[in-house]
């Protein structure tokens, strides 16, 4: 059976930011405990975000809070799409879309940081995107449909003929989630050189939306993650959730154990590992006739 | 619910330090003291931050940049002045170039002297600063945060020296704290 | 007929009569705009009138008298390409020429031709339709916008002689042919407007007069001459080997799938190469790269409307015939490559023009892959790459024309904060770029259809390509998005010199590119759709999805809504404006900083170029080679498998 229809994007619409924030409160926490710190309270999420609510409101231009929820908007759009069981490319035509609406917000800004986080996120976007592509592509051989409803309908679990795909869009999470070492784009580490990157120039409510929409996006992805499982069982749900929290915590671990890279590798490692994982498994696929059609 | 005193973001600035409190705020956030535990982060970027915490004094190359940093940061706002060069310039007070404490180019809510100021200290400083922190979003939700203006702060932060003796005092008792936690 | 005829020969009879123009007239000013009008109102009517008759018209069985003149015509443009040929010493073009003209005119004096079976010279289809609309709706929107366009080009570049009727009258002279390109059926006839093309870019390219200018007319003359000695080989091979001289018996032929259907590669693989250069597919992509010398209103009409459109019309018409056939190997191998190393080239060029340059020979490659591919599917997203493709960059070439006229630069780097300096321009430009990128706008739904024939093709190397070249697609057009949209504070906003009838030249295609991504499933189903149920005699299938339609639409309607959304999130709350950070060092204007002598220095923001990895000296010269390579491999193995 499905969960994949139009009430589980209204839940997903409603309980995601919950959902997001507090995972991504649980992320600081582990870290935290994987330095050996006490860390933050796991809500701690919440506590930024209602914080930034309530600070003064400014801008460098009127066009960034536009621009903003240009992101938020198309990230809601994408998850919601996802959620009610739409067309797989689709909903990662969607994503793009607001991933270049959260990049033009920080170049109308026209500041020195924001600039140079302006193309470091281009770089990342041009890094993971074939692996994007992809991994729709793989569902569509493996699954016969690019409907994600369809898709989790499937008798068997994507994940058994598409291990290279799993492991590929493991891979491009680090830089979605904005782990490191393929951070580059921005800064949540104390001291280096792209200070806040995309988000430089934001600052109190505005930046809180731009956090809503990144836990939106964070509960999305492992939704994702979730599809490589399920199938038309009932067991299966239970089993992609166990599987999704593995990788939360892997992609944890990653970050914790990676010192930053710079792009040159970044970009190249990533485009290499697509085409191992995701190329090679998309031509075993064809070449073995694998797959529904 | 007093989510700000929560969340207190922190933006560090070295005037004309010797680097040896920016060492102890950096150390702040390892793993011994974890001030990350009260929700702290470094963010290195004045529109994020709730806290400005200066180290060493300040002389006539970084006046500005700190004048412009701290009205870079969005409402409510707390200055903290981190080891005794940024409280009243230290021991390079009579030099010529510095032209003293933190307190003559921005309004300071809460000094923290010490040289170098230990972390303890520092946390303390920060915690304290989280009260004023409250106190002033109060205040701004009501209206009543009177427009902090740069240019009010003199020049040469003479005008300033007798407030800063008194808030001296608060400072010590701040340090005391920390001597005592230790 | 009547009104086919006009479509032909009216582009022509203005031509001459802006030629016998005087200079700077007013009378002709209007005679352009009236002459432009004509063939725009005309070509919509006759695409309307069509549509509702609902089928498809042949023409013209016997015409020999027509075919005399034809071949009257093809030797003045030997005349005509040997006397410049002589005059600049390029003796190889007339070569070229004189060898295709005269095998071709020997096969038709000998009355080799005769022994075809008649068929209709002209013939009108869905295929045709469109192309009709594009050609003259778009063509003749750019014809409008040059008249304003040259007068002040005629201003700024003095050293340039002044021979604007000239250039008017070949810009007609270009529509003419491509009208007469699209409607004919006959190959000889083809080939004649074909040639016509070939040598009205060459004097267009040219018109500048400088040395780099005339070198790289030449250039595109001898690429261009080279895929017309490819299409005559065809044709005669086509006469000798099948007796038939007309495309679409051809095509059908090599559908058959028998004895003759192994034969019939032979041309097909030769007219996809002629398709190849014309639509400047690499190896032959160097000629479109060198067009950028010419005025704008020739790089546009060459890029989106005309020129390259009648290489990929010729590839989708040939597509059915390449399905799965060593020519559809070449074609799909070439088209697929070529997406992916040109988009990967547009990412290291400034130069706005030539950005775009990469970029139409990045898109013209994923049109060829889909023609190469040639199922259903993939013919039906390889047209609307086309009309989306048309009307999106010719609307950017238009506007970077524009710009340039404005600013005096199309650098990319100088369009920095054009959406202060020049608001209107860079709103058009926004909404051209993003057509040629983003969803919901028409590139992306038709390269989501490329991709899911790519898939049903099961050809891993277009997936890997197509997955990859998007990829550097997005980087490109994100940057310069992000170029233009940077509000610089403060800067004073520049005279915009654009005239009256650009910006309603710009207006209009701005609107086109908005409302083809709403009404493109009523261009499906009532012109793409019945055509390729035509070719395929199938039922018509609907490759997006009507949910996916619907949810298309619904990004639209959210993007329109995206200002009132931004109201209702910001909340009232007071907006402060504030400096952007700069480390403290804000000289107070977003624009200065301070420098270590305590000193005010501008700052320069600039996009990243990666030159290292992407530029023209480290990858143009092995992507020509390897592409070369695979061309050569392929046409030697097709013509040695079915001559030996």
């Known amino acids: 059976m499905t969960f994949f229809s139009w009430p589980l994007a209204i839940g997903y619409l409603i309980l995601a930011p919950f959902i997001g924030g507090f995972f991504d409160g649980l992320d600081r926490k582990i870290s935290a405990r994987m330095q050996g710190r006490t860390g933050p309270s796991v809500f701690q999420s919440f506590y930024d975000v209602s914080k930034l609510l309530q600070k003064e409101s400014k801008m460098v231009n009127h066009l960034q809070q536009f621009l903003v929820c240009g992101f938020l908007v198309f990230v809601v759009f994408t998850g919601v799409l996802f959620f009610a069981g739409a067309d797989l490319l689709m909903i990662f035509f969607a994503l793009t879309l607001a991933g270049i609406f959260y990049v033009l917000q920080a170049s109308s800004a026209n500041a020195p940081f924001s600039a140079l986080a302006v193309q470091r996120e281009l770089m990342q976007m041009m890094a993971y995107e074939p692996m994007v592509l992809l991994t729709a592509v793989g569902f569509y051989v493996v699954t016969g449909s690019f409907a994600v409803r369809e898709i989790s309908l499937a008798d068997r679990s994507a994940i058994c003929l598409m291990p290279g795909f799993f492991l590929g869009f493991i891979f491009i999470m680090i830089i979605k989630l904005r782990k490191s070492p393929f951070d580059v784009s921005t800064g949540h580490h104390a001291h280096q050189e792209v200070v806040q990157g995309l988000n430089s120039d934001l600052s109190g409510p505005v930046m809180a939306l731009v956090e809503v929409s990144h836990w939106y996006e964070n509960v999305f992805l492992y939704g994702v993650i979730g599809l490589f499982i399920l199938n038309n069982q009932l067991w299966s749900v239970p089993v992609a959730l166990v599987v999704c929290f593995l990788v939360f915590f892997l992609e944890i671990l990653i970050d914790n154990v990676c010192a930053r890279v710079k792009w040159q590798l970044m970009f190249r490692s990533t485009w290499i590992f697509t085409i191992i994982a995701g190329v090679i498994n998309l031509l075993v696929l064809i070449l073995f006739h694998l797959g529904v059609k | 619910m007093a989510k700000v005193s929560k969340s207190p973001w922190v933006l560090h600035y070295d005037g004309a330090s010797c680097n040896g409190c920016d060492i102890e705020v950096l150390a702040c956030l390892t793993p011994m003291y974890d001030a990350e535990r009260f929700g702290v982060i470094n963010t290195g970027d004045p529109k994020h931050a709730d806290i400005f915490l200066v180290t060493g004094g300040i002389n006539e190359q970084c006046k500005d940049v700190v004048k412009q940093l701290y009205e870079q940061m969005p409402n409510p706002k707390v200055v903290v002045a981190v080891g005794i060069c940024a409280c009243t310039g230290g021991v390079f007070k009579e030099t010529y170039n510095i032209l003293g404490g933190v307190d003559t180019v921005i309004p300071v809510d809460v000094y923290v002297p010490g040289c170098a100021a230990r972390p303890e200290s520092i946390i303390d400083g920060i915690v304290k600063g989280i009260a004023v922190l409250d106190q002033k979003r109060e205040a701004m939700k009501q209206g009543k945060l009177p427009e902090l203006n740069v240019e009010d702060i003199s020049e040469d932060g003479k005008e300033q020296a007798s407030a800063n003796e008194a808030q001296n005092a608060e400072a010590e008792t701040t340090a005391n704290a920390g001597e005592e936690s230790k | ?644």
Not at chain 3, 173 to 202: K, P, R
Not at chain 3, 372 to 400: D, P, R, Y
Not at chain 3, 434 to 456: E, N, Q, R, T, Y
Request: hydrophobic share 55%; aromatic share 12%; charged share 10%.
């Open chain 3, 1 to 644: 007929m009547s009104m086919i005829g006009f479509l032909i020969l009216f582009p022509f009879v203005v031509a001459i009569l802006m030629a016998l123009m005087k200079k700077g007239s007013l009378l002709r000013r209007y005679t352009l705009y009236l002459g432009a009008a004509i063939i725009i109102v005309c070509d919509i009517v006759f695409a309307v009138s069509t549509l509702l008759n609902g089928q498809e018209l042949h023409f013209l069985e016997e015409t020999h008298a027509i075919d005399h003149v034809i071949l009257v015509g093809e030797w003045l443009l030997v005349a005509l390409v040997c006397f410049y040929s002589f005059k600049f010493r390029k003796y190889y073009c007339a070569l070229l020429s004189v060898v295709q003209t005269g095998a071709v005119t020997w096969l038709e004096l000998t009355g080799k031709t005769e022994l075809c079976p008649g068929s209709a010279h002209i013939m009108v289809d869905h295929l045709t339709i469109i192309m009709c609309l594009i050609v003259g709706v778009v063509g003749g929107l750019i014809v409008l916008y040059a008249m304003g366009y040259m007068r002040l080009y005629a201003k700024h570049h003095t050293d340039v002689p002044d021979r604007r009727s000239f250039f008017f009258a070949v810009l007609f002279v270009f529509l003419g042919a491509m009208h007469g390109l699209i409607f004919s059926d006959n190959m000889l006839w083809i080939y004649f407007f074909w040639e016509i093309t070939s040598v009205c870019s060459f004097l267009l390219i040219g018109y500048s007069q400088t040395e780099e200018a005339t070198n790289n007319s030449f250039r595109a003359l001898w690429m261009n001459l080279l895929g017309g000695l490819g299409f005559a080989v065809a044709i005669i091979y086509a006469t000798l080997q099948l007796s038939t001289v007309s495309l679409q018996s051809l095509i059908h032929i090599a559908i058959g799938g028998d004895e003759a259907a192994a034969l019939a590669l032979v041309p097909v693989a030769f007219l996809a190469f002629a398709g190849l250069t014309k639509s400047a597919q690499m190896p032959f992509s160097r000629w479109l790269l060198g067009a950028m010398v010419a005025p704008t209103p020739t790089s546009a009409l060459l890029h989106s409307a005309t020129m390259v459109k009648a290489g990929v019309y010729l590839l989708l018409r040939l597509g059915p015939a390449m399905t799965g056939n060593q020519a559809g190997l070449m074609i799909t191998l070439i088209g697929g490559f070529t997406f992916f190393a040109a988009s990967c080239l547009a990412i290291a060029q400034s130069d706005g023009k030539k950005v775009l340059a990469y970029s139409t020979i990045s898109n013209l490659g994923l049109i060829t892959a889909c023609a190469g591919i040639g199922t259903q599917e993939a013919i039906w997203s390889g047209i609307f790459l086309m009309i989306f493709h048309a009307v999106s960059k010719s609307l950017l070439f238009l506007t970077v024309g524009a710009i340039e006229n404005s600013t005096g630069s199309r650098n990319v780097e100088d369009m920095h904060g054009l959406i202060v300096r020049l608001p209107n321009l860079a709103y058009v430009c926004i909404v051209g770029i993003m057509g040629m990128f983003l969803a919901p706008f028409g590139m992306l739904v038709a390269k989501w259809a490329a991709l899911i024939s790519f898939v049903d093709s099961r050809n891993v190397l277009l997936m890997a390509f197509l997955c990859f070249g998007s990829a550097t697609t997005l980087f490109y057009w994100g940057k310069w998005l992000c170029t233009i949209i940077a509000v610089s504070n403060q800067t004073k906003k520049i005279k915009d010199k654009t005239k009256k009838m650009q910006w309603v030249v710009l207006g209009s295609l701005a609107a086109g590119v908005i409302l083809l991504c709403i009404t493109f499933p009523l261009i499906s189903s009532y012109v793409v759709e019945p055509y390729l149920a035509d070719v395929f005699e199938t039922g018509a299938t609907n490759i997006i999805g009507l949910g996916n339609t619907y949810l298309l639409i619904m990004m639209v309607c959210l993007l329109l809504l995206l200002p009132l959304i931004s109201r209702i999130l910001g909340g009232k709350r007071e907006v402060k404006l504030d400096l952007s950070y700069m480390g403290g060092i804000n000289e107070g204007d977003n624009r200065t900083f301070t420098d270590s002598f305590g000193e005010a220095k501008e700052m320069y923001l600039s996009n990243w170029y990666i030159t290292e990895w992407f530029g023209e000296d480290k990858m143009l010269g092995k992507s020509l080679i390897l592409s070369a390579a695979v061309m050569v491999v392929l046409l030697v193995m097709i013509v040695g498998g079915v001559i030996l």
